[in-house]
């Protein structure tokens, strides 16, 4: 099973910048650590909200939660980053109830 919605996923300026790539972020910290070693930087976040979309659009879902606010979709794979290693990355999306888009909630190194 793909992620439902895949063409329409969100990835927010917001959820890279301030967490997912900020050193300062006391959960991001160690995140940030991970994704700028493969060339992701928070000055282009766009380029990692587009891996993280590619991400999705190209590896199923390896586990569905649902939840009374909706259902929780995990997806694990090898992410394309700009030096061209691509570690493999856990990523967690987000359907709330009576929605349609699906929306990144976080990304972690995956063994």
């Not at 300026?13 to 700028?36: C, M, N, T, W």
């Amino acid at each position: 099973m793909m992620l439902p919605e895949v063409a329409s996923a969100i990835v927010s300026e917001q959820k890279i910048v301030a967490y997912l790539l900020s050193f300062s972020h006391p959960d991001g910290r160690g995140k940030a650590l991970f994704f700028s070693r493969f060339g992701f930087h928070a000055d282009q976040w766009q380029v990692f909200a587009e891996a993280l979309k590619q991400h999705a659009a190209t590896h199923e879902v390896a586990a569905r939660v649902v939840t009374p606010f909706g259902t929780r979709y995990v997806i694990e794979g090898a992410l394309v980053t700009p030096d061209g290693r691509n570690p493999s990355v856990r990523t967690i999306w987000f359907i709330a109830t009576r929605d349609t888009a699906p929306r990144l909630v976080t990304a972690y190194p995956h063994p």
